[in-house]
Structure formats: structure tokens, C-alpha cells
């Protein structure tokens, strides 16, 4: 009970905290055998959760037992599916423990249920794929062994690939790869367990590479973003998977030498207040055509200032407190974004209903409905106000710099594009 309203909870939430998710073949989890589904993990706190939420099966997940730091806190977790698996880091005297954990886990694939597991074994706000652990496969195939290899366990993958690791409203994108039987694997397994084990890790992560955009090098992120930034169908997943084979193919120089041309380009523009997407914008656009939309820009802003007051009132403490808390209490990156989210999720829940309680102390009911609602919507108002803001005073930076400054800018941006294309060919 308690898992399914956390669950619908955080679906909601979802739909507020980023701008656009995207999600592919998850129906394919949902086939009611026994699985072990496999995921990259760079946001603790939000991959599982991002999974769960989008599929329409139930899972149990194992975490970092860690977590599980106090007995009241262990009895909550284990009510929304969380388990407890133990790392080396953790103790090699805790290691034992995980036998607890490798029974309740053969009972969940027995009764045909579904675990997540993160192989990397750590979270990391990066692009790279890092080494994965056999505790996938293990527990896949010790479940068969237990059940006289006749259970008909399934691996799965899924890749989690975010826009903004530590910021809200970037795009998500989720796809599961199709699941594979781990039958074949038995007879090797029989013979030499090991070999099997990592078998069954290889397949896994040639799945897990097939539906991620893998950056191998970290240093080779930035330039990643920005061509994926500067591509028209930056929502389509295989534009990203197709430039991070690029980026990795390419030649460390050049890319070097690119990284740096748009570092100090972006860094040129920064100073003057705008930024590459507005001189791709604008520069397209007749000066009259130009001045024509500043103008409905700030009539628009004129005409909505009052909604979006109403709304930066009621929602700024539930939106902007959750992400100061998130950035002062973690000091590592991965931990931002999901604590971000969970708190922002049930902060608005619990606001809207002290809203609403004090509300029906002075009107009916239908009139608490509709200010509610309004208060919602004004939210969503202010949200995309602010970002409107912001394009309006880069437009108006950019006409106000001079004809001799645009060209400027234009002449360079099309020299950084046109180094991307020639490179992009080669």
C-alpha cells in the first residue's frame, strides 16, 4: 500500500521536475517472468525511482546497505521494496549478511518478481560506463540453482540518461533493452560457475552500451553536450547514442583543440549576457522581425506578471528550498538531483494540503478546488516566466550591442559550427 501511494506520488512529481521524458520498450519488463533488470547509475536516490515510477511492474531493489543505519528507518524502506546488499567497502564482516539478502531474493524471483540492481556497483555524475560487478548474474543464477534450474529467470537493462545531472527541468530518457534467459547459461554454469557469471556480465553490458550514449573519457563530456545542444533533434535519443560513439572514435587532439574554441567562445558570450542559442535564434531573423518579438515578449511579460507573482508566492518555498537544502547537504553531486526531486515531490503535496485545510476554514469546497488549481497553474506560470525572463534580456543584450558586435558574433558562431560540421564528416 504504502509503496503504490509513493509511487504514484513521485509519477506526479515527475511530470513537474523535468522538462521533457522520453521512454522506450519499458513494456517490455512488464512480461511477468522472474528478472533481474540491470541499470547504469549516476543519480542515487532517482534511477530506481525513475524506473518504477515509468513501468508498470512492481520492484525490489537493492541498495547500499548503508542506509539501513537504523532499525525504524530499515522497517520504512523494506515496506517500499528496498533491500539491503552489502560491499566490500562496507566490512568484509558484513559481507555474510548478504546471505539474508540473496534468500529474499530467490523468494521474490520464485513468486515471478522483478529486483533492480545497479552493477556499477557506485554512483558517479558521469557519461562513462564503469566496470560492472557479477552480484547481478550471481543472483540470477543462484536462484535458478536453488529452484533445480527451472525458474526461468530473465536479465533486462535499462539506461538512464539525464540532460542535467544536478539540475532540475533537463531532459530524461529511459530505454530497456529486450530481456535475455539466463537458461542457456546453466550448462556452463555447472561446469565452471565463474566463467558462466561473467558471461552473463558481458551480454549484459553490450545491452546496457546499446541503449546509453557512453562517453568513455570524462574530459570528452563537454564537448559531448555541446553538439548535442547544437543538433535540432536533441529529443531523439539515437542522436545522442550516435555522437557518443563519435566522440570516443575521434581524435584526442582535435578534440582538444574544439573543446577549447567553444569553452572560450561560450565564456566571450557569457560577458556580454547571451549565449549561443541565442545568436542561432536570432541571427536568422530580420531586425524588424526582431524588435516585432521583443515587443510581444514584453507585452507578454506585462500581461502575465500578476500570475506569475501569484505563483513565485505559493510555490517558490517548495521549489527553491528543497534545492538549497539538496546542494548544502551533499557534497557529492549524485545525491543533488534525487534528494532535490523526493523533497520537492512531498513538499508540494504537503503545502497543497495545508493550503487546502485553511482554505475550507473560510470558504466551500468547490471554491478550495478552485484556488488549488489556480495556485498550480500560476506555479507553472512563474516556472516558464522566469526562463521567458531570461531570453527576453538576452534579446534585447543582443540588439542593444551594435550591428558591428552581432556580426562579430555571428561570424565566430558560424566558425565554431562549421568546425563542428567538418569535424563530425572527418
Given amino acids: 500500500m504504502l509503496h503504490n501511494i509513493g509511487r504514484f506520488i513521485l509519477r506526479i512529481g515527475a511530470e513537474f521536475f523535468f522538462g521533457k521524458h522520453h521512454i522506450k520498450n519499458l513494456e517490455r519488463l512488464n512480461n511477468g517472468r522472474p528478472m533481474v533488470v540491470c541499470s547504469n547509475h549516476t543519480a542515487a536516490h532517482l534511477d530506481a525511482v525513475l524506473i518504477m515510477i515509468f513501468s508498470k511492474r512492481e520492484f525490489h531493489v537493492l541498495v547500499r546497505a548503508d542506509v539501513f543505519n537504523r532499525k525504524w528507518i530499515a522497517s520504512l524502506l523494506a515496506k517500499i521494496n528496498l533491500i539491503p546488499i552489502y560491499r566490500m567497502r562496507d566490512g568484509f564482516s558484513n559481507l555474510e549478511k548478504n546471505n539474508a539478502t540473496f534468500e529474499r531474493c530467490n523468494e521474490i524471483l520464485k513468486n515471478n518478481g522483478a529486483i533492480i540492481i545497479f552493477p556499477e556497483a557506485n554512483c558517479e555524475t558521469e557519461r562513462k560506463l564503469r566496470k560492472l560487478n557479477k552480484g547481478a548474474a550471481k543472483i540470477a543464477m543462484m536462484a535458478e540453482e536453488q529452484n533445480d534450474f527451472k525458474l526461468g529467470v530473465q536479465m533486462a537493462t535499462v539506461g538512464i540518461t539525464q540532460e542535467h545531472f544536478i539540475a532540475s527541468g533537463g531532459r530524461i530518457f529511459l530505454e530497456a533493452s529486450e530481456p535475455f534467459d539466463v537458461k542457456p547459461y546453466i550448462p556452463s554454469y555447472q561446469i ?235
Fill in 192 to 426: 565452471n560457475p565463474n566463467k558462466a557469471l561473467m558471461d552473463i556480465l558481458n551480454d549484459v553490458e553490450t545491452d546496457l552500451r546499446s541503449v546509453l550514449p557512453v562517453v568513455e573519457r570524462t574530459e570528452d563530456e563537454f564537448l559531448f553536450e555541446q553538439i548535442v545542444k547544437r543538433k535540432d533533434n536533441i529529443d531523439n535519443l539515437e542522436v545522442w547514442k550516435n555522437t557518443a560513439t563519435l566522440v570516443n572514435k575521434s581524435d584526442a587532439d582535435l578534440k582538444s583543440a574544439l573543446s577549447s574554441a567553444i569553452k572560450d567562445f561560450n565564456k566571450y558570450l557569457k560577458k556580454s549576457g547571451i549565449n549561443q542559442h541565442t545568436i542561432e535564434e536570432l541571427q536568422v531573423k530580420s531586425r524588424l522581425k526582431r524588435w516585432a518579438n521583443l515587443l510581444v515578449y514584453l507585452m507578454d511579460m506585462i500581461a502575465m506578471f500578476p500570475f506569475f507573482l501569484i505563483g513565485f508566492v505559493f510555490n517558490y518555498f517548495q521549489y527553491f528550498i528543497p534545492k538549497k537544502v539538496s546542494h548544502s547537504i551533499f557534497k557529492d553531486d549524485c545525491f543533488i538531483n534525487g534528494t532535490h526531486f523526493a523533497i520537492t515531490t512531498f513538499l508540494f503535496i504537503i503545502t497543497y494540503v495545508i493550503f487546502a485545510i485553511v482554505l475550507s476554514m473560510y470558504v466551500n469546497l468547490i471554491s478550495v478546488v478552485i484556488a488549488i488549481f489556480v495556485m498550480i497553474i500560476c506555479g507553472f506560470v512563474s516556472y516558464y516566466y522566469r526562463k521567458r525572463a531570461f531570453n527576453f534580456l538576452r534579446a534585447l543584450r543582443y540588439e542593444m550591442a551594435g550591428q558591428q558586435k552581432r556580426k562579430e558574433w555571428r561570424a565566430q558562431s558560424r566558425i565554431i559550427s562549421s568546425e563542428i560540421a567538418e569535424w563530425v564528416r572527418n
